[in-house]
């Protein structure tokens, strides 16, 4: 357990004009993990210096409390930066919902989407077993310009397929992508 006062210094380095300063801050409050934590990282999400920003992301990752998740799905969507969106998509691998599906495949449409971005989506795709995902998985494994997509879209389509109990109407696929040198 931990006091008050340490809590306190640790509000206050958050607020310290040093970046280096909060980046230690949002490092000891993702190992403390205080009640109502997320409400200490948020106004970090917007700082001017994009490794705090990074490091916010990483601590609500860590700290895996649902709350963060409208947070996450919010720099995803409105970040100019990619790595923070890449960050973003990474930490909402802790959490699974209807809205971090929908987030996961608006994101997969967006043409800013980076080649890292789409690899972070198709490693997580896996957790939702349902038509539209399924289908999304087979085109970025048939169609993607990028072997790390497919290669990862291919991944967590075998587990599906196995969950599914191996659908025959899926060898047709399997053999496209078994022809597939980089991946089959």
């Known amino acids: 357990?931990?006091?008050?006062?340490?809590?306190?210094?640790?509000?206050?380095?958050?607020?310290?004009?040093?970046?280096?300063?909060?980046?230690?801050?949002?490092?000891?409050?993702?190992?403390?993990?205080?009640?109502?934590?997320?409400?200490?990282?948020?106004?970090?999400?917007?700082?001017?210096?994009?490794?705090?920003?990074i490091e916010a992301i990483a601590c609500l990752r860590d700290l895996r409390d649902p709350a963060a998740i409208t947070y996450l799905i919010d720099i995803d969507e409105t970040t100019l930066s990619q790595r923070c969106q890449e960050n973003a998509l990474a930490a909402l691998s802790g959490f699974t919902g209807p809205e971090v599906r929908s987030c996961l495949l608006r994101t997969l449409t967006s043409l800013q989407t980076s080649n890292i971005a789409r690899m972070k989506i198709a490693i997580q795709l896996w957790r939702y077993v349902d038509e539209e995902v399924i289908e999304v998985l087979k085109d970025l494994v048939l169609n993607d310009n990028d072997r790390n997509v497919r290669s990862h879209a291919a991944d967590s389509l075998e587990l599906l397929f196995r969950v599914l109990k191996c659908p025959p109407e899926w060898t047709s696929f399997w053999n496209k992508v078994f022809e597939d040198p980089e991946i089959g």
């Not at 230690?24 to 970090?44: F, H, K, T």
């Open 1 to 53: 357990m931990y006091d008050s006062t340490l809590l306190q210094v640790l509000r206050e380095q958050l607020k310290d004009s040093s970046p280096t300063e909060r980046q230690y801050a949002l490092d000891r409050v993702s190992d403390l993990a205080p009640l109502d934590a997320v409400n200490l990282i948020i106004p970090l999400l917007q700082d001017k210096d994009e490794n705090v920003c």
